[in-house]
């Protein structure tokens, strides 16, 4: 039960990430068909984790585009506001993406004490710890400012 309640999690997480993507790039008048464009990618993703396959491919090709969009976003909205708080968010997905990076290679800090999975953990903990930053400080710029 842990391993598919951790793969929905993630994908809630993706569901999160395209919803955020089309907050930014859209605004708030058109959440609602991001919105519903998140949760049906999320219900498919979830039927394919409970009914058909639980490897990590398919998270990852759920995963991976909508962080890849909030990316995009993020950096575009920088460009656009030179807003530092963006930055943080850019710096949190790429942080992320390079502890994934190296899972995948198999890199460790140690082979027995502390392998290649407790280091992609220890990244992606600091990768979500900026990523929250930037996030936080965003909500209270965008209610005062946008």
């Known amino acids: 039960?842990?391993?598919?309640?951790?793969?929905?999690?993630?994908?809630?997480?993706?569901?999160?990430?395209?919803?955020?993507?089309g907050l930014l790039l859209s605004g708030s008048n058109k959440l609602k068909g991001w919105i519903i464009f998140s949760v049906f990618l999320f219900l498919?993703?979830?039927g394919i984790v409970l009914f058909y396959s639980q490897?990590?491919?398919?998270?990852i090709l759920?995963?991976?585009?909508?962080?890849?969009?909030?990316?995009?976003?993020?950096?575009?909205?920088?460009?656009?506001i030179h807003n530092k708080l963006f930055l943080l968010i850019?710096?949190?997905i790429l942080i992320s993406f390079a502890a994934a990076f190296i899972q995948q290679l198999g890199i460790s800090i140690h082979p027995i004490y502390f392998n290649h999975n407790s280091t992609y953990h220890l990244l992606q903990a600091l990768g979500l710890l900026v990523l929250f930053r930037g996030a936080k400080g965003l909500l209270t710029f965008e209610r005062v400012y946008l």
């Not at 842990?2 to 994908?11: K, N, Q, S």
Request: hydrophobic share 60%; with cysteine; glycine share 6%.
């Open 1 to 21: 039960m842990l391993w598919p309640g951790t793969l929905l999690a993630i994908g809630i997480t993706a569901a999160t990430a395209w919803t955020l993507a």
């Open 44 to 46: 498919v993703y979830a």
């Open 55 to 59: 490897s990590f491919i398919v998270v």
């Open 62 to 80: 759920n995963y991976i585009p909508a962080m890849s969009a909030l990316l995009a976003v993020c950096v575009w909205r920088y460009r656009k």
């Open 90 to 92: 850019i710096y949190g």
